[in-house]
Structures are given as structure tokens and as C-alpha cells.
């Protein structure tokens, strides 16, 4: 793979698909169902359904989904906040991601963390903190620890462009390269950070330009296009796996909807949005697969309403869901049988 | 006079700053064209332009570390860390920069800077949008700590500390922000760094505290007030250094002490009031110093009912009272 | 029975542990062919080869978050801070991640690492080389902050700190790695993580220190002794959790305390210790707890007069008592 | 100047000096200078003169004492622990610069902080900590208020190569990029951070391959090359002046001795040094100069002399100061005239 590669058009010229009809479908199903989950959860949101805020991802499925679709569960995945395309790929349950966004006792942090922080150990998904590319530093010790036991597994690690400007980013990413670890990193570069235009975060247009600084490939794409990340992102990952290094793959996409529900977003140019609706990755996905006879209207009909049933069984499962006890609060500080007298000493 | 919400009084204090004094700037995420995440800087990049209401890119150790540089050249710059819970990335700019380099000079440089930190919980915030984290830093000699509870102080404190030739950190409870308003004067005034505030006079118990506990306190100490025990309610207001006589006179008279902290309780700041207390107060004490705090976890588990049983508040602060009371 | 120096005790431990568990590695700056700026990891990397003995980049964040990851992946990290003093750096990775992650994934997932730290002054190291910084991490719960005095100790506690499934913080006085030594076993040992031990007994008054201030309170024991004030000595060996009650039965047998810290006074984990001492063994007090500790400046400064003015020493320890004695 | 343009040729190229005599005099003189008082602070410390330990720089001259003499005296620089050529060059007195070797208070950090951290707000030299990487962060924040204000001075910033693997590091570089920062970063690439060969470091051979992915040229030239040094840090110093932005010019140098003097620095190969010693870049500049009929033997047994003395009065200054007085570690915490009760009172 060439190093900073700019806007790849492999994918384009290829005539044939890189995958099966069957992967093809499985992939559309994925998307699909990322971007109706993250559509029912804004709407749940503002039903007042769900606590806290909400970070959707509406627009950036792709950049998700398909590298976690490409993965092994046995592959580590580092994520950020707006990462439920991975989620939904590796198999979170929807009623447990439900009912993490409703704070419920039923969901994988047990209603400690955040909202839209998905991760869980049975997973290889690390919990994302909120604290911006901390994750792209843990996964990268992920890494580490394949290729210290000799694991063919590599890390998978997301962040924003504006993640990139952060201290520990470029710690992770220089010694990814110094050790040559198996990991890919996906910057989902979608212009923005909350309010911030990249052009304030860094002064040059391409972040994949970066990782030459880290000594491996990194390559800027149209993150919209489901089958150039496809391409991009299994070649890289065939990489790491067999020993040649990370790639940053940087995915130029959009954030449809506000930094969280509760902004709107009034600082963007108005005409920017609607430009990007019609780079939606989804339809042009639908439609490349439809034109290669993958997929037909009836395979989406049954996969939204099994999308649909799911969702609502999800729903009813959180919704019903119990709160935590408000003692709770003092379970998973350490290790279970470790310390309790210290962290339980409190109800006394 | 007129009534302000305890983040217009931010607001003011930065826009009049910075129209008095060329050298004051402001930087940080978000806090330009949006004017912050909470609307503290909303307006002044109109006002100032963008060059001294500056939106940085996503990396606190710039925004505290430029700081440090910029005010050794003779500015006043005031960065802003938008979540006390991200302070962390820029620690290492705050404790071995802002506070040393003016004892590692020899005295030869200045760091007159306000770091402007929004923390605190109470508003669903979770993990990572809740912490305050200020322990830390009143354990770093060098730093001025500031953490108001009212849009009096709040204004006339972080006047002074731009005003200041220290490096002070200068926490915002984000609770506070729209729910605690007060009437202010029109003119310009300051109020003195170091210095506590009685909040409310009392005879039985002293109850210290700052930011969003002092409300809890006075809470509490109305409704205890109605059973016959008259708290005498002290606002730090500056955690470092600290205000000893104020604390140690108060405690003289009442002789029994509550310390009350948002925070996990150990290693926190009670623990360093309640220590001044007994060094030095002792022989007045009738009762043990007690801390109301939070629970020994990470700061703020997001659930509701999490939330409430962590967070300390008047009903705990009243129990306090009553069981020091009762000894 | 074998007599070892402080920093030799570290190595085996670490050697050790390397040879029973596959899954243990080291990581940091200097560490490998170097074999550590201090030498405590002498010999590891062509025992164990560099990818169990990881030279790093200049990166503390890295060196952190990176033990994270593969603590979360089943390994058991080993990083390294090459000195105290730049842990700021690494801070997020500690706070936000290593002691969160537990908690924040509902208990999915283990951080078993431990963070050796090199830390402490009377060794001249001016600003940049003394520092300790352990009360923050007392101030962060879901950490557990070991702080060992003897060589003894030290092997156990940092065996222990391997094996534990939390992630822990282990501090290492750069002043002891030579100056002090022990007979320790041939045979695996390890010491507990969170218990406190009395390591002088005495009826007068009580003694609560840590790493090398255990020293210095045992020297002013000594000489104490011989003008008949029997001191008791604690030496905590973990800092959080805390083991109050060996601390508490000690305070309610002599009635009298003193809290040794080498670091700046205000906002230590002395406070914190007189804090739980006042509060729960209040009526057994007879006489104010005392602080020995560094005064409020950064630490330390450079020159001898200042180092030596600045530093706790038994001196200072022996007048703290004979003061606790008289009053 | 071309973005990381690698081993620029332009200086060995030109025939006639880019400096009148008289400045490429000066130039040697505080080459010289820099050497001579190195090697005597080596001296002093191994005769146990010096409190603490010792950083020589001895062999890295060039990269320090040049940008230097190109600066102005409002231009602030960053130092970091091996910079002694930029206070020599810059003016701060042998005799301060030796007190506070010797943790004297009539040093310039009057005993407080730790050897060769060499710097005052007078001469505009950033005191430094040691740790490294700061002053990059610092120093930028310098050139921030300088194009706040408006002026058209610039900021100097030093760095080892290992600082650059450094979060900090980054953050720094990245915003002086976005904002086009008037101010030239030095990168003293000695190929050793202590211990550490710079291939451990990082996976690129040319750090100046960094500057891309902030956005601003990067260039890599001998370190050892005073001429070299003097055309290219001349012409970024030009572009950061008149609001072009930062150039990060990476000096290809060495460290003549261990990390400090109590390092034997025996995990270098054997040979390294001896190939580095033949490129001394004051002999060199000698023969430049003298070729050039620049500099006369008897400029420089003047120069010599008058170092010599001056050397000795500084060292007879220092040796007498007298050390701080206990008391003095209270000094300087806050700004004069406040909270002085809170840091006196320890004296009660
Ligand atoms: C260390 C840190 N600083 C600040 C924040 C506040 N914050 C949350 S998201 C965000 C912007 C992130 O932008 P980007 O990395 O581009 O991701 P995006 O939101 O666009 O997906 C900021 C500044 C944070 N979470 N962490
Ligand atoms: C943040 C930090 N981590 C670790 C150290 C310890 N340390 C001092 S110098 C050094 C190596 C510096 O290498 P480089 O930047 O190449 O500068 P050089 O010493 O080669 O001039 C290290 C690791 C430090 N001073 N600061
Ligand atoms: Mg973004
Ligand atoms: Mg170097």
C-alpha cells in the first residue's frame, strides 16, 4: 500500500465486487441497521426516553461498520463516542446498548458510564472513556499484546479528526510505528469537532498525512463509499495481521445531525449538509449491490422489519429494565473479593 | 444592582476584563464562534475577534501550555478546560509549568494566567462530565485555587484573578451556571483572593464548604435552623491558599466542625481542612470533625439513583450536624 | 536468608514474577539494554528479550495507556515512570483510564498493571528529580497506591501489586534503592496489599509514615527512646485503601499522633490520615495530631541549605513529639 | 523553502560567506565560547565543583549557538536541558551561568531549580524543567502573544530528538501550525535520548518528516555544519518574522559525551563517536573561515585569551557566592507582596 495515497479509486474500477452477495448482504444489513438503531434513538431521545445526551452517528456508517464487519471477534476495537456502527457489527445486543442509553442496570456498564459509550469485555470492545483519543491509546496496547503473545489478532482504532490534535494520539501512533504493531486506525474525519471546523484542529487537508510522521502508510478515502472502505480497510487489515505495521486509514465523511441532540449545530454553513445528505453511504451502498443483483427490494423488506422487531423487543426489554440500586454505585471499584470492606465501609 | 445567573457574572467578568486590559485573551474549545460549550464566552468573539477569543484545537496541553508562554511575554491569557474531567491531558503543563516557573526562575518570570475549569456533577454528567478534580491542584504550592458559589463572588474573584500575577485554576460548577442568581453592582469590583466568607452566621456548628456544597449547606442549616440548631455556614471560596482564620475562629466559637465535599472523600480537600482544624483549633473542639463527601468511587456513576446516593447533599450535611450535635 | 539492597529487592520481585507468569512484561524509557536509569531493571532484557523488556519512545502517556490496553487484553504490564516528576504526562492515562475502566465497563473489564514510580528527595535532585506526587492517586478511587520503606517489603508488595487484578501505583524512593538493606527470604514471599504495619512499638504516641520517612521517624524514635518517649511507628506501606484500623488501634493505645509526609503540606496524605484520626478516635485524642511534612513550595529546591531546610528529617520528627508530648 | 526537503546543499554551493567577517567572527567566537566553558564545567564537575550532574553539549554547538546569534533579543527561546550554547550566545554571564552550576543563589535561579536549566525572563530564555518537551509548548505560546501583540518577534524552539515522541510535543507543533506561528523549531536530532537510539524513538529516519503533519516545512541538514546551520535557520527565522509561519529544521548532530557526566554512555557502538568527532563542527568552521581569510590565528588566540579569563573571574564569582540561606526555599513561590503569610508562616 503506497504511502499517503491520496482519494484511493481502486474500489471504483474495479468491476467485479470484493466480496460475496452473501457478505454483501450481511454488510447492508449491518449498515442498515446501524443507521435505523441511531435514527430510533434520537427520536427515543427526544421522547425523553433515554438520559443524558446523545451522540449520533447518522451519515458515518460506513466507516464503522465496515471495518468491524471485516474483523475478527478476537480483534480488539478502541472506539470513541460515535462509534455504534461497531457495536451493532461485533454484536452488542440492541436491548443492552438500549439499555445503556436509558441508564439502566441492564446495561453493559451497569448504568455507570456515559451514554453512547458501548464496549464490554466478552466484546474485545474497549468502554470508551470520554476523554478524546485516550481509547487510541489503550488499543494500541492491545495491539502491543498480540504481538507480544504471538496473536495473529490486531487492534481496530476510531477517532475524529479532532481526536488527532490530542497529547496521547501521537504517543500511540509514533509507537505503533516504532514497534510495528497490528493495528489499523480509522480516523473518521467528518470536518467537525463539536464546533470546531478541522481546519482550526490542523493545517493540512488530508489527516492521513500524519501517519507518514509515524513512519507507515496512511490514506485518505471517500468514507462514504462502503465498497472503498472495504477495500482499503482489508488490505490494511491484512496487513497488520500479517505482521507489516498499522495504516491509518483517514475516512472523509459528515455528521448529519448536531455534536450531541441537544446542539444545533448553527454553526455550519447551511448549504453543507444537504451536499453530504446525497453522499449518503447508505443508498449508494443499496444501490451498488442492487446493481450487482446482491440484494433485492425483498431481502430489505425482511431485513427492516427484522431490524424493526428486534428494536422494539430491545426496547421493551430497557424500558422494563430496573434502574441500578443506588448502592451499586459502590460495586466494580476493584476486583471482586478485593477491597470490599474498604469501598463498602461507606454503607456503614 | 442587578441580578445575574452565576455564568453571566463569568461572562461579564471576562468582556470587562478584557475591554480594560489589551493583554487579557481568552482560548480554548469551542469557545469562539459556539462561545462555549455552556455559553461562558458567548459574544466576546465578536467583540474581540479571533485572535483573543481563540478556538484551539482539541489539546489541552496547548491550551494551558501557550498560556504559560504567552503570559511570560507580558499577556493575561485565560484558557478554558471544558470539563474539569479533561484536565488530565494538561496537568502536566499546569503542576510543572504554570505553578514552577516562577520558583524554578528564581523569581525571574511571571505567570499571570486563569486557568477556567467547568466541573462539577449534580447534572447527569456521568463519569466524564462530572469530575471536579481540585484536590490536586490545592496540592500543588505555586497555584492559586478558586471555586465560588455565588455570581458575586464568582464575578469579583475571577476579576482579581486575571488581575492577579499568580497562575490560578479557577473551577466553575457547572450546576451553579444557571441555577443560582444574585444581585450585583453595576460598577466595577473585585473580591480579594485568599480570603473565605461566613455565608451564614451561627452559634452551634461550623459548616465548611465551597462551590455547589456551600447551597447544600445552607440548605441544610435553614431547615435545621427551624429545630433550634444555628449553623454557621463558611464559603472557601479560594481553596489555596487557604483562609485559616476564618475557619479556625468560627470553629473557636462553635466548637464542632462538618467539612462538606462534592468530591470522593479520601484524599480530598475536607481531609486538609479538617487536619487544620485539629493542628490548630483543638482544644476548642467538642466533637469530632466530620466529612460529608462522596463515596470512595470514580466521580459521578451516571445512573439517577447512583447519582443521588453519591452525591452529598442538605439531607447528609443535616445528619452530620445532628450526630455531631448529639456527641 | 539473604540481605538485599531496596532496589535489588524490586529487581527479583520483578525477575521473579517475569519467570512465574508469561503474561507480565516491563515497559519504559531507558529500561532495556540501559537496564534503568537507577538499574532496577539490570539483566531483565537479555534474560527476557525486548519484547518483555520494552525500551519505549519519550512517552508517558504511552508508556501508561499502552499497559492498559494489554491489561485489558490478560497481560500483566509493568510500566515504568523513570521519575515521579513526569507523571504528569501520564496522568490521563492513569486517571481516566487505568482506574476508571473497571468501573466504567460495569466491572467487564480488568486493569491488572502495575506503575512502578521512582520517586523522593534528599538525593539533590532539585525540582525536576524529588518530586513524589502519591496524594493524588490517594484522591483516585479504583487505584491501589503502594508506597514501600523496606527491601522486604518492597519484593512482597510489588509481587503482590503483579498478581493483584487492580491496577496499582508503586512508588519507589530513589533515596533507599542503596542506602538501605534486609534480610529477606530465599523462598517466594508476598506482603498484603492494604495492611499497614507497626514497625516499632511504643506506648507514647503514634508515628504514621511512609517510604523514607519511616526512617527518619524510626531514627527519632531511637533517640527518643533514650530520653524515655516510647514511640510506636506505622508504616503504612499502602496508601490507598487505606488500613485505618492499624492506624486507629495504635492512636486509641497511645493518645497521641504524629503524621510524617516527605511532600508539601497542605493537601498530602497527612491531612487525610489526621482526618480519619479525628474522626474516628476523636475521644481517645490527648493531645492535637501534628504534621511533620515539607512546607508549601514546590518541591524541592535545588541547593543543599534549602534541600535540607525543606526535607522532614528525625530532628524535625523529635520536636514534633517532644510538642505533642508537652501539651 | 520546500516542505522536508532533505540534506539541503544550497550552503556548500554558494562560494562567498552569506556573513560579512566580522559577524562569521562572532559566530566562531561563540562557538568557541560554548565549547570552551563546556569543557570546563566537565572539568569542575569532575573535580566535584558542581552540585548535582552535568549535561555537556559539546559537539551539538552549532545547533544552538547559531540559531541564537541569528536571533534578536526579544525573540524567546525554549530551551531544554542541553541548550548552554543558547545562553552563552544570548548573553546570560559566565558567572551567573556558573553559580547557578554550582546551585549558588547569585545563579539565575538563585539554587531553585536543577543544573544547566540555564534561563531568565531578561534574556528572554525560557527557564526550563526537565520535562522535556515543555518549552516547545511554552515557547509556542511565546510566539502566541508575539503575533497577538502584533510584534515581529519569533519564538526559538529547542528540542532533542526524543522530546518529539512527546505529547506535548505535538499539541504544540499542531497549533503553531494552524495559526501560522511566527517561530522556528531546532530539533538536535544526537541520534541518542539517553539510552534510546533514535530508531526506537521513531520509525522515520528524517524527523523532519514531522513538520508535514502539522502543515509547515520541515527540513533536514548537517548539524554539524555551521554554514549550513546559519542559511537555512536564517531564512525560516525570515519566514516565521514576517508571519509565514513555523519551519522545524532538524540538525543532524551528536552527543559527544553520556547523557550527563555520570552517564559512561557504553550502550553506543564503539566507532560512533570517533565517526562523529571527524565532523566537529568548530574545527570546520575554522578552516571556513580561515580559508574565507575570515579569521586570522591571531583572532582566535585572542579569543581564547579573553574566553580564558572570563571563564576563570566567572568561576572565582561562583565559587564565592555564597549558597541560598535555608529560608530562601520560601521565596518565589508567589508573586511578590502576595500571600506571603500563607508561605512564611511555615516559619512559626
Ligand atoms: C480530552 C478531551 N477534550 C475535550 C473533550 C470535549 N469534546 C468531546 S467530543 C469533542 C470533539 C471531538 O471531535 P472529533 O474527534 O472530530 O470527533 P467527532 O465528534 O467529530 O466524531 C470535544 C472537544 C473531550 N471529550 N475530551
Ligand atoms: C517527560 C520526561 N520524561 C522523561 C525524562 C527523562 N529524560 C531526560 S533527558 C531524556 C532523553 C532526552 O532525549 P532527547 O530529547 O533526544 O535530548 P538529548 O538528551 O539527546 O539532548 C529523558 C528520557 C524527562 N526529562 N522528561
Ligand atoms: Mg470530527
Ligand atoms: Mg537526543
Known amino acids: 500500500m503506497p504511502v499517503n495515497t491520496k482519494i484511493a479509486s481502486k474500489a471504483k474500477e474495479k468491476l467485479s465486487a470484493p466480496f460475496s452477495a452473501e457478505e454483501g448482504k450481511k454488510l447492508y444489513y449491518y449498515l442498515l441497521k446501524t443507521r435505523t438503531v441511531d435514527e430510533a434513538n434520537r427520536k427515543f431521545f ?33 472506539p470513541s463516542h460515535r462509534e455504534i456502527g461497531c457495536s451493532i457489527t461485533r454484536g452488542i445486543p440492541l436491548k443492552n446498548m438500549l439499555a445503556h442509553l436509558m441508564a439502566k442496570r441492564t446495561g453493559m456498564d451497569k448504568g455507570k458510564c456515559h451514554p453512547c459509550h458501548y464496549g464490554g469485555s466478552e466484546y474485545r470492545i474497549i468502554t470508551p472513556a470520554s476523554t478524546m483519543a485516550a481509547q487510541t491509546v489503550v488499543v494500541t496496547g492491545c495491539a502491543l499484546a498480540f504481538k507480544i503473545r504471538g496473536e495473529d489478532n490486531i487492534g481496530l482504532g476510531f477517532f475524529g479528526e479532532g481526536a488527532t490534535a490530542q497529547a496521547g494520539w501521537h504517543e500511540a501512533m509514533n509507537f505503533a510505528g516504532v514497534q510495528k504493531l497490528p493495528i489499523v486506525y480509522i480516523c473518521q474525519n467528518n470536518l467537525w ?49 500479517c505482521g507489516e505495521g498499522p495504516t491509518m486509514v483517514e475516512c472523509k465523511t459528515y455528521r448529519w445531525y448536531g455534536h450531541s441532540e441537544i446542539d444545533p449545530a448553527d454553526y455550519r454553513p447551511k448549504d453543507e449538509l444537504e451536499g453530504w445528505k446525497k453522499k ?4 449508494r451502498f443499496e444501490k451498488y449491490l442492487m446493481d450487482q443483483v446482491m440484494l433485492t427490494p425483498a431481502d430489505k423488506t425482511k431485513m427492516v422489519a427484522d431490524i424493526e422487531k428486534e428494536l422494539e423487543e430491545a426496547f421493551e426489554f430497557a424500558d422494563k429494565s430496573p434502574l441500578p440500586a443506588p448502592e451499586e454505585a459502590l460495586e466494580d471499584v476493584y476486583a471482586p473479593g478485593t477491597f470490599e470492606d474498604w469501598v463498602k465501609g461507606w454503607l456503614k | 444592582m442587578r441580578t445575574v445567573t452565576f455564568i453571566e457574572a463569568i461572562t461579564e467578568a471576562m468582556k470587562e476584563e478584557m475591554e480594560r486590559d489589551e493583554r487579557v485573551y481568552v482560548i480554548g474549545e469551542d469557545i469562539g464562534i459556539y462561545g462555549g460549550v455552556f455559553k461562558a464566552t458567548r459574544g466576546l468573539q465578536s467583540l474581540f475577534g479571533p485572535m483573543r477569543v481563540i478556538d484551539s484545537p482539541l489539546s489541552e496541553n496547548l491550551i494551558v501550555g501557550s498560556s504559560v508562554g504567552a503570559a511570560a511575554m507580558g499577556l493575561r491569557p485565560v484558557p478554558e478546560i471544558q470539563f474539569s474531567d479533561f484536565i488530565t491531558p494538561g496537568m502536566d503543563q499546569i503542576i510543572q509549568q504554570a505553578a514552577k516557573l516562577r520558583y524554578r526562575s528564581g523569581g525571574s518570570f511571571s505567570v499571570p494566567l486563569v486557568i477556567r475549569v467547568c466541573c462539577g456533577g449534580e447534572v447527569g454528567g456521568g463519569l466524564y462530565h462530572s469530575q471536579i478534580n481540585e484536590a490536586w491542584f490545592v496540592h500543588c504550592p505555586g497555584l492559586v485555587v478558586i471555586a465560588p458559589a455565588f455570581p458575586y463572588d464568582a464575578k469579583g474573584l475571577l476579576k482579581a484573578a486575571i488581575r492577579d500575577e499568580n497562575p490560578c485554576i479557577y473551577f466553575e460548577h457547572k450546576k451553579l451556571y444557571r441555577s443560582i442568581k444574585q444581585e450585583i453592582p453595576d460598577t466595577d469590583f473585585t473580591v480579594p483572593l485568599g480570603k473565605a466568607e461566613i455565608k451564614r452566621k451561627g452559634k452551634d456548628v461550623t459548616i465548611v464548604a465551597y462551590m455547589l456544597m456551600v447551597h447544600k449547606s445552607l440548605e441544610a ?91 452529598p447533599n442538605a439531607d447528609k450535611i443535616i445528619k452530620a450536624v445532628k450526630e455531631t450535635m448529639a456527641y
Not at chain 2, 479520601?266 to 473542639?285: D, N, P
Open chain 2, 221 to 311: 442549616a435553614e431547615k435545621l435552623a427551624k429545630e433550634g440548631i444555628e449553623c454557621e455556614v463558611i464559603d472557601m471560596r479560594t481553596l489555596l491558599p487557604i483562609d485559616k482564620e476564618t475557619i479556625l475562629e468560627s470553629v473557636k466559637k462553635t466548637g464542632r466542625a462538618i467539612i462538606v465535599q462534592e468530591a470522593p472523600k479520601t484524599g480530598g480537600v475536607a481531609g486538609e481542612l479538617s487536619a487544620i482544624i485539629t493542628e490548630e483549633a483543638f482544644e476548642y473542639l467538642d466533637a469530632p470533625i466530620k466529612r460529608v463527601t462522596a463515596p470512595d468511587t470514580p466521580p459521578i456513576p451516571f445512573s439517577p439513583p447512583m447519582e443521588h446516593f453519591w452525591l
Open chain 1, 193 to 241: 469537532a463539536e464546533s470546531v471546523p478541522a481546519r482550526l484542529q490542523a493545517a493540512i487537508t488530508d489527516y492521513s498525512d500524519r501517519a507518514k510522521a509515524y513512519g507507515f502508510p496512511g490514506i485518505t478515502i471517500d468514507g462514504n463509499d462502503v465498497v472503498q472502505v472495504y477495500v482499503t480497510v482489508k488490505e490494511a487489515i491484512a496487513r497488520a495481521r
Open chain 1, 46 to 78: 427526544r421522547q425523553g426516553k433515554l438520559l443524558g445526551t446523545y451522540f449520533s452517528a447518522v451519515g458515518q456508517e460506513a466507516t464503522t461498520v465496515v471495518p468491524t464487519f471485516l474483523s475478527r471477534p478476537t480483534d480488539a476495537i478502541g
Open chain 1, 280 to 283: 449518503d453511504p447508505i443508498p
